[in-house]
């Protein structure tokens, strides 16, 4: 690794940190200025208990001294502190565990996005305007225009519910299997048409009709050239596509019941829990910021000719 590199990679390490804690600020202060707290819903709570519970949690303190504790915490501890709601978890524990369910749903998700985007991709780009081209076109096109929520409880209602084949819940790993598609469907379309129109692109350049009028084979043509610089720009989109299909499972986990990260962060909105909504955000953003990082860093290896600045 060069010094040009490495000074590349630092950098873009303290503008991942900045933009983290660019999140934690805002989102802090945000929350704090919403009307209403975490225990006035609670039933059976006089005001007396009410204050004993914000003493409690620290929320009794001015919102700057709060902050700034948080931030230590943070930093010298990785402590997130406990959950409001779930008395006596704390929040970083009820975040890996819904992680754990979270992670497999969106690598497994763009695993299959990435291979089969890639080839539909592949393969409508050299069958150009051909019958398999418009076919692919035309069922990415419904894909890409049909949300998440709508694809989910289509394939809730035919599988789950019509033909009873698979379970509603996705708390099994026979349950995960409708999740898994419904999350995989638009980042596949996504890529197929990504892919076709960059392997179109890089099908019509000058190297490519040199390398014909050499004798090359179509296979090396196709693997060796076309396939290999039409990657770059889905490069571009599989890091935030792994991030997004993680962080953006909110309404897919809530459909399909999945244990997850979406689960625990809806619920944490709406009972107004602090310390979980806080823990999730920053999660959510720290792995979008390396996954933007690693995609940056990708580029490099993929073509050398990328200059890094």
Do not use: C
């Not at 409690?56 to 409001?84: A, H, N």
């Not at 990415?140 to 519910?161: E, K, N």
């Not at 959510?284 to 910021?289: E, F, K, P, R």
Request: proline share 5%; charged share 15%; no cysteine.
């Amino acid at each position: 690794m060069n010094s040009k590199m490495t000074f590349y990679i630092l950098k873009r390490i303290f503008l991942a940190i900045f933009t983290v804690w660019v999140v934690i600020t805002v989102t802090f202060f945000v929350m704090h200025a919403v009307p209403g707290g975490p225990f006035v819903g609670e039933k059976a709570t006089t005001p007396a208990v009410q204050a004993a519970m914000e003493a409690k949690y620290g929320l009794d303190k001015p919102v700057m001294e709060q902050y700034f504790t948080y931030l230590k915490d943070i930093v010298t501890k990785f402590d997130f502190g406990p959950s409001l709601k779930q008395r006596g978890r704390m929040v970083i524990d009820i975040i890996f565990d819904g992680m754990k369910t979270s992670m497999v749903l969106g690598l497994i998700a763009a695993g299959i996005s990435a291979l089969f985007g890639i080839l539909l991709g592949a393969v409508a780009a050299l069958r150009r305007n051909k019958l398999i081209d418009r076919i692919i076109m035309v069922i990415t096109t419904a894909f890409v225009s049909m949300p998440s929520f709508i694809m989910g409880s289509l394939l809730l209602a035919l599988f789950a519910i019509e033909l009873q084949i698979l379970p509603a819940n996705g708390s099994t790993p026979a349950g995960l299997i409708l999740p898994i598609v419904t999350l995989a469907l638009y980042p596949m379309a996504y890529i197929t048409r990504l892919t076709r129109s960059s392997m179109l692109d890089v099908l019509g350049q000058d190297y490519i009709r040199t390398a014909k009028a050499k004798g090359v084979s179509g296979r090396d043509i196709i693997f060796g050239h076309a396939l290999k610089n039409s990657l770059i720009p889905v490069i571009t989109y599989l890091g935030p596509m792994l991030a997004y299909i993680v962080t953006g499972s909110l309404v897919v986990e809530q459909i399909f019941a999945v244990p997850g990260i979406g689960r625990a962060f809806v619920s944490s909105i709406t009972n107004r829990d602090y310390p979980m909504i806080m823990g999730t955000t920053i999660i959510l953003a720290a792995l979008i910021v390396i996954m933007n990082l690693v995609t940056d860093i990708l580029y490099k290896l993929v073509d050398p000719r990328i200059t890094l600045e």
